[in-house]
């Protein structure tokens, strides 16, 4: 239902992907909260065998909704975010990644902004008549580039710790 929108590079074949135990390190939740979500199409990511596989654009989409999701959002106002999301990410995802722009989505759960500036932030915050939640996307992005830079923690089973220490 929420696909992300697929681009020429995804095609290609020439993006890199990320596997679910990456994203569920950058965005900071556990794999089967990762699987709930596709279950229920609030991110569907490629399936390779029995993998899901995930584009940079859908691992940003799966850490703005944890993070929305830990502020306290219902799964309806999210998918209302995704929405707009995925109709201005597209234009605006590249820019980001690509410059010192930051950009910050500012919800109430229906009003939704997509801003790059920081006095219009300043100024939805100041003219909001509720609680608004600021979410910096250019954030995501940058927790997203540190993955390529670092090698992947991987854990060592317990019973191989256990035979190290005692």
Request: some cysteine; aromatic content about 6%; hydrophobic content about 35%.
């Amino acid at each position: 239902m929420f696909k992300s929108k697929k681009t020429r590079q995804e095609s290609n074949g020439q993006e890199r992907t990320y596997s679910s135990s990456e994203v569920a390190q950058v965005a900071e939740v556990s794999l089967r909260q990762l699987q709930w979500w596709d279950e229920r199409k609030v991110v569907s990511p490629r399936h390779e065998g029995h993998r899901r596989v995930y584009f940079p654009a859908e691992v940003i989409e799966i850490t703005v909704i944890a993070e929305l999701r830990r502020k306290g959002f219902s799964l309806q106002k999210i998918r209302r975010v995704l929405r707009f999301l995925q109709r201005e990410m597209g234009k605006r995802l590249a820019d980001v990644m690509e410059t010192n722009s930051s950009l910050h989505l500012v919800t109430d759960g229906k009003s939704i902004y997509l801003e790059d500036q920081h006095e219009r932030i300043i100024d939805i915050l100041k003219n909001a008549r509720q609680p608004m939640f600021l979410v910096c996307v250019t954030d995501q992005a940058r927790r997203l580039g540190e993955v390529d830079r670092k090698p992947m923690r991987i854990e060592q089973p317990a019973l191989a710790r256990r035979a190290r220490i005692g």
